[in-house]
């Protein structure tokens, strides 16, 4: 995330600072329903002039805003058709007032704009004149704070926006109701006057005054001319760093980001999608002498192309583009893509899928273009990248060491730069080592956020999706358009989850708790993995880390669970009882062994639910640190091992592998694998004459539904890493 300087409006009662890149506009109820006549408002009796007046003003602060690259959001009240979201007292209480004389219509009711107040009416929606953006937010809710039972918290802290600018209607009412609502989080807001109005002028001067009295008891008042004076400095600098010096006839280069945000700056002055495939399908072809084992599909390039074309011709104008547009992804080949073989590279399971995953199906409805399908261990059990017919992957740094796996292929691809990201998943940190050993983020998601419907399942209770990218903040974007509840995923998350608040303001909002193993769990890493996770510890500390005593038990214990326990018999719980027996001879030999000692092990029912109860104690002592610190920093695993090596001992060396990333999945935690450095090859081998760089990296383990939280902590870990460098 670029850093922005801190702006500063005159306001009430006294100036309102924010920084553009952590602010949000919240547009309230701009809607036919209040707005315009045959509406709930006029069908109260209410008077429209001043809040039609308010229209313009708001219309100005939110092009302003979007020229200086604020996030928007939009609010609609309204409920279900079956009002079942309605309480009675809201339904009723007006309409059913002695010597009531104005409410006419109740919500619900028939109107000249449909069902008053109700979700897909015409006039439910928002005024012509300022219709949301394909990238900007939409909240549906229910009451008249914007908070109340939806997904605003989640959304706001999931783009780390801490500041809120707030206009809308009615300013009495639901404008109020949510500046209230969001400072009992810990957002600062400021309301601008000229774009709020009420039905009752009398009562505007009174909700106003009330917000900032007491030294700014809610927040800030600001009038509008002052705010767009500030937002014209942070647009035109923003611009000015979007300039290309090419002719405006003239197509202009690209320079090869394949960030996300870099990206979709080339993509709005004026570079096509066509231009990034043709370059990229250069790029991989080239690739192939240096690693041939990355794909298993790769989509043709003229189809790839076809795709840029159609994403060009769905969206010319460049300012309503959707948040992944043009942006090229992979995605593991155990997640489905309609017409194309499923083989969790494994032959004997392939099959073609009548329909693509959903998280697929997201991505390509938010703009993105895709790739291929890659390489992984076989049926995504192991961490080493070395169990695939499909060939073995290595490490973008050193050719001699191992890629990680099982989301081996997602990792190279993204690491050698062939795409911006890639949907992978990780059930014991699949996501996360390959991650490391490759350079890139690794982010596992807390289990059920993202939908897994469309995934070949390999441990289905652990199963996570998970995304790699290049940046902390690619992968948040990422997340944002693949999110959300999937009735059909039976481990699907409920979307509104209890939220903690933010500190938006003073030395709360810099700093931050970690914990970490202690010394004895450790000593499993190689010397150089101990030497730089120390050297992690003491730059957090330097930029406002705070390292807290942590009880690392529960996370070790539930380690241990995974295979050491009956949990591991889930891996053939998804296949047909006869199917190891007739199938043994098309696997990889390190897979039969494991399924093997797997049936060997004759776990009885009795122990799977010891261990379910083990599994339970545990994930309550884990919620009990994540009261204590905001993360538990960890070595992502314990070294980088060489592919001949690997092959030498296959199963003890890659169980090693997953000593931190384990508990992560038993304790449906979320985790964030980032990049911090490189290290000599000699020091891991000890042979001086050992060239290259090799990665390390660490993981911040955060509590279950945390995420956006841990995403923006990880953010500020990669980002002081850099600046220490």
Same mark, same amino acid.
């Given at each position: 995330?670029?850093?922005?300087?801190? *702006?500063?409006?005159?306001?009430?009662?006294?100036?309102?600072?924010?920084?553009?890149?952590?602010?949000?506009?919240?547009?309230?109820?701009?809607?036919?329903?209040?707005?315009?006549?045959?509406?709930?408002?006029?069908?109260?009796?209410?008077?429209?002039?001043?809040?039609?007046?308010?229209?313009?003003?708001?219309?100005?602060?939110?092009?302003?805003?979007?020229?200086?690259?604020?996030?928007?959001?939009?609010?609609?009240?309204?409920? &279900?058709?079956?009002?079942?979201?309605?309480?009675?007292?809201?339904?009723?209480?007006?309409?059913?007032?002695?010597?009531?004389?104005?409410?006419?219509?109740?919500?619900?009711?028939?109107?000249?704009?449909?069902?008053? %107040?109700?979700?897909?009416?015409?006039?439910?929606?928002?005024?012509?004149?300022?219709?949301?953006?394909?990238?900007?937010?939409?909240?549906?809710?229910?009451?008249?704070?914007?908070?109340?039972?939806?997904?605003?918290?989640?959304?706001?802290?999931?783009?780390?926006?801490?500041?809120?600018?707030?206009?809308?209607?009615?300013?009495?009412?639901?404008?109020?109701?949510?500046?209230?609502? /969001?400072?009992?989080?810990?957002?600062?807001?400021?309301?601008?006057?000229?774009?709020?109005?009420?039905?009752?002028?009398?009562?505007?001067?009174?909700? *106003?005054?009330?917000?900032?009295?007491?030294?700014?008891?809610?927040?800030?008042?600001?009038?509008?001319?002052? *705010?767009?004076?500030?937002?014209?400095?942070?647009?035109?600098?923003?611009?000015?760093?979007?300039?290309?010096?090419?002719?405006?006839?003239?197509?202009?280069?690209?320079?090869?980001?394949?960030?996300?945000?870099?990206?979709?700056?080339?993509?709005?002055?004026?570079? !096509?999608?066509?231009?990034?495939?043709?370059?990229?399908?250069?790029?991989?072809?080239?690739?192939?002498?240096?690693?041939?084992?990355?794909?298993?599909?790769?989509?043709? &390039?003229?189809?790839?192309?076809?795709? /840029?074309?159609?994403?060009?011709?769905?969206?010319?104008?460049?300012?309503?583009?959707?948040?992944?547009?043009?942006?090229?992804?992979?995605?593991?080949?155990?997640?489905?893509?309609?017409?194309?073989?499923?083989?969790?590279?494994?032959?004997?399971?392939?099959?073609?899928?009548?329909?693509?995953?959903?998280?697929?199906?997201?991505?390509?409805?938010?703009? !993105?273009?895709?790739?291929?399908?890659?390489?992984?261990?076989?049926?995504?059990?192991?961490?080493?990248?070395?169990?695939?017919?499909?060939?073995?992957?290595?490490?973008?740094?050193?050719?001699?060491?191992?890629?990680?796996?099982?989301?081996?292929?997602?990792?190279?691809?993204?690491?050698?730069?062939?795409?911006?990201?890639?949907?992978?998943?990780?059930?014991?940190?699949?996501?996360?080592?390959?991650?490391?050993?490759?350079?890139?983020?690794?982010?596992?998601?807390?289990?059920?956020?993202?939908?897994?419907?469309?995934?070949?399942?390999?441990?289905?209770?652990?199963?996570?999706?998970?995304?790699?990218?290049?940046?902390?903040?690619? /992968?948040?974007?990422?997340?944002?358009?693949?999110?959300?509840?999937?009735?059909?995923?039976?481990?699907?998350?409920?979307?509104?989850?209890? +939220?903690?608040?933010?500190?938006?303001?003073?030395?709360?909002?810099?700093? #931050?708790? #970690?914990?970490?193993?202690?010394?004895? /769990? %450790?000593?499993?890493?190689?010397?150089?993995?101990?030497?730089?996770?120390?050297?992690?510890?003491?730059?957090?500390?330097?930029?406002?880390?705070?390292?807290?005593?942590?009880?690392?038990?529960?996370?070790?214990?539930?380690?241990?669970?995974?295979?050491?326990?009956?949990?591991?018999? +889930?891996?053939?719980?998804?296949?047909?009882?006869?199917?190891?027996?007739?199938?043994?001879?098309?696997?990889?030999?390190?897979?039969?062994?494991?399924?093997?000692?797997?049936?060997?092990?004759?776990?009885?029912?009795?122990?799977?639910?010891?261990?379910?109860?083990?599994?339970?104690?545990?994930?309550?002592?884990?919620?009990?640190?994540?009261? +204590?610190?905001?993360?538990?920093?960890?070595?992502?695993?314990?070294?980088?091992?060489?592919?001949?090596?690997?092959?030498?001992?296959?199963?003890?060396?890659?169980?090693?592998?997953?000593?931190?990333?384990?508990?992560?999945?038993? %304790?449906?935690?979320?985790?964030?694998?980032?990049?911090?450095?490189?290290?000599?090859?000699?020091?891991?081998?000890?042979?001086?004459?050992?060239?290259?760089?090799?990665?390390?990296?660490?993981?911040?383990?955060?509590?279950?539904?945390?995420?956006?939280?841990?995403?923006?902590?990880?953010?500020?870990?990669?980002?002081?890493?850099?600046?220490?460098?």
């Amino acid at each position: 995330m670029p850093s922005s300087k801190i *702006l500063s409006v005159a306001a009430q009662p006294y100036a309102f600072a924010f920084d553009p890149a952590h602010t949000a506009l919240l547009v309230i109820d701009m809607q036919r329903d209040f707005l315009l006549p045959g509406g709930f408002g006029h069908a109260q009796g209410a008077n429209l002039d001043a809040v039609q007046a308010s229209i313009g003003p708001t219309k100005k602060l939110l092009e302003a805003c979007r020229d200086a690259g604020l996030k928007i959001f939009h609010t609609r009240e309204g409920h &279900k058709p079956d009002l079942s979201d309605c309480p009675s007292s809201k339904l009723v209480r007006q309409s059913d007032a002695p010597d009531n004389v104005h409410h006419n219509l109740a919500i619900g009711d028939k109107g000249k704009m449909g069902r008053i %107040l109700i979700q897909g009416e015409y006039g439910h929606d928002i005024i012509d004149e300022l219709q949301p953006l394909p990238d900007e937010v939409i909240i549906d809710k229910p009451g008249k704070g914007a908070f109340w039972n939806t997904t605003l918290m989640h959304q706001l802290k999931s783009c780390e926006v801490t500041h809120l600018i707030v206009s809308g209607v009615t300013t009495e009412c639901c404008f109020a109701t949510t500046i209230k609502e /969001a400072n009992d989080r810990g957002f600062e807001c400021c309301g601008i006057e000229e774009a709020t109005a009420g039905y009752y002028a009398e009562f505007k001067p009174a909700s *106003l005054d009330i917000l900032y009295s007491s030294q700014g008891l809610f927040g800030f008042v600001a009038k509008l001319n002052p *705010l767009l004076e500030a937002l014209e400095v942070e647009s035109k600098s923003r611009a000015s760093r979007a300039s290309t010096n090419t002719p405006p006839e003239t197509p202009p280069d690209w320079d090869g980001d394949l960030r996300i945000e870099s990206l979709q700056r080339s993509y709005r002055v004026g570079v !096509s999608p066509i231009t990034v495939i043709e370059a990229l399908y250069r790029k991989i072809e080239a690739y192939k002498a240096t690693d041939p084992a990355v794909w298993i599909e790769l989509i043709p &390039k003229d189809k790839a192309l076809q795709a /840029a074309q159609a994403l060009v011709q769905q969206y010319p104008d460049r300012t309503k583009r959707p948040a992944l547009f043009g942006v090229p992804f992979s995605i593991k080949d155990s997640l489905d893509v309609v017409g194309l073989p499923t083989t969790t590279a494994c032959p004997p399971l392939a099959n073609i899928p009548s329909r693509s995953a959903v998280v697929y199906d997201k991505a390509i409805a938010n703009g !993105s273009i895709f790739i291929g399908k890659t390489n992984l261990d076989q049926l995504a059990t192991g961490l080493s990248g070395c169990r695939s017919p499909y060939g073995i992957t290595h490490s973008v740094f050193h050719p001699d060491y191992i890629s990680g796996g099982s989301s081996s292929g997602s990792c190279v691809s993204v690491g050698a730069g062939l795409c911006s990201f890639s949907i992978a998943t990780d059930t014991a940190g699949s996501g996360r080592v390959p991650s490391c050993f490759n350079g890139v983020v690794g982010y596992k998601p807390t289990r059920g956020t993202l939908s897994a419907v469309g995934l070949t399942p390999a441990c289905l209770s652990l199963d996570c999706i998970a995304i790699i990218s290049k940046t902390v903040q690619d /992968a948040a974007t990422v997340s944002r358009a693949l999110e959300g509840f999937d009735e059909n995923d039976p481990y699907a998350k409920p979307v509104i989850a209890f +939220e903690r608040h933010i500190n938006s303001i003073g030395p709360l909002a810099k700093s #931050f708790k #970690f914990g970490i193993p202690p010394a004895e /769990a %450790l000593s499993v890493c190689s010397v150089p993995y101990r030497r730089l996770f120390n050297e992690t510890i003491t730059k957090l500390q330097s930029i406002g880390g705070i390292l807290t005593p942590i009880d690392w038990s529960p996370f070790e214990k539930a380690g241990r669970l995974l295979y050491e326990g009956s949990f591991v018999c +889930e891996r053939l719980a998804s296949l047909p009882d006869d199917w190891l027996q007739r199938n043994r001879g098309h696997l990889h030999p390190v897979i039969v062994e494991l399924f093997d000692q797997v049936i060997q092990r004759n776990s009885s029912a009795v122990q799977a639910y010891r261990d379910l109860q083990a599994k339970v104690r545990h994930t309550r002592e884990a919620e009990k640190v994540f009261t +204590e610190v905001d993360f538990v920093l960890v070595p992502t695993t314990t070294t980088h091992w060489t592919i001949e090596e690997m092959l030498a001992d296959p199963i003890r060396r890659n169980s090693m592998l997953g000593e931190f990333t384990h508990s992560g999945n038993v %304790l449906d935690l979320c985790a964030v694998a980032v990049p911090i450095t490189t290290y000599p090859a000699s020091e891991l081998s000890g042979k001086p004459d050992d060239t290259g760089e090799l990665p390390f990296g660490v993981t911040l383990l955060g509590g279950s539904r945390l995420d956006a939280e841990t995403l923006r902590l990880a953010r500020i870990v990669e980002e002081g890493i850099k600046s220490n460098e």
